[in-house]
T-cell receptor
Framework: GQNIDQPTEMTATEGAIVQINCTYQTSGFNGLFWYQQHAGEAPTFLSYNVLDGLEEKGRFSSFLSRSKGYSYLLLKELQMKDSASYLCAVSNTGGFKTIFGAGTRLFVKA | DSGVTQTPKHLITATGQRVTLRCSPRSGDLSVYWYQQSLDQGLQFLIQYYNGEERAKGNILERFSAQQFPDLHSELNLSSLELGDSALYFC?????????????FGPGTRLTVL
């Protein structure tokens, strides 16, 4: 089966750096996604990792270790608008099914 | 704007009723996914279609069914509705199936069952 774990909530300060962790167990692996979702809105794509290592995209970076079943999303220079839920999602072999974690709700305070 | 459209935006109905949710994918996308998101819960994968064919099924109830039409739009049918079916239903599309392509999500349909 598939299982994805991420913290329920995190709080960080504007301008700081925050790391959101995700661990997963999956039967077959075809990549890991991070999405951002503001309350009541649709998720939007942030990053995709299929090989081990760090992918950097502006203020956001995502890391993957396939052997450890572990990923993290790093957000730098936090802004108030970064307050949202961050969803870790794993695509299984063949990519036919993408399973989402419950999401980490990030609160950015002034 | 992701390019994925969903109608209606809001739907209020009674228990026991049947509703149809509609999704039009981004131009050129062949894959359509349906998700259910209950209050304060994660996205639950329901079903995926690729170019008209069912490709993957999640924990979709037997009361729910879906299809993808030749013009690639998709419909999710929910029948014998229960209070617990109240949720946001998202449709997403991607260019192909079986790869790491990102999914683009529509704005969702908020279903309220009274």
């Amino acid at each position: 089966g598939q299982n994805i774990d991420q913290p329920t909530e995190m709080t960080a300060t504007e301008g700081a750096i925050v790391q959101i962790n995700c661990t997963y167990q999956t039967s077959g692996f075809n990549g890991l996604f991070w999405y951002q979702q503001h309350a009541g809105e649709a998720p939007t794509f942030l990053s995709y990792n299929v090989l081990d290592g760090l992918e950097e995209k502006g203020r956001f970076s995502s890391f993957l270790s396939r052997s450890k079943g572990y990923s993290y999303l790093l957000l730098k220079e936090l802004q108030m608008k970064d307050s949202a839920s961050y969803l870790c999602a794993v695509s299984n072999t063949g990519g036919f099914k993408t399973i989402f974690g419950a999401g980490t709700r990030l609160f950015v305070k002034a | 704007d992701s390019g994925v459209t969903q109608t209606p935006k809001h739907l209020i109905t009674a228990t026991g009723q049947r509703v149809t949710l509609r999704c039009s994918p981004r131009s050129g996308d062949l894959s359509v996914y349906w998700y259910q998101q209950s209050l304060d819960q994660g996205l639950q994968f329901l079903i995926q279609y690729y170019n008209g064919e069912e490709r993957a099924k999640g924990n979709i109830l037997e009361r729910f069914s879906a299809q993808q039409f030749p013009d690639l739009h998709s419909e999710l049918n929910l029948s014998s509705l229960e209070l617990g079916d109240s949720a946001l239903y998202f449709c997403a599309s991607s260019a192909v199936s079986g790869t790491g392509n990102e999914q683009f999500f529509g704005p969702g349909t908020r279903l309220t069952v009274l």
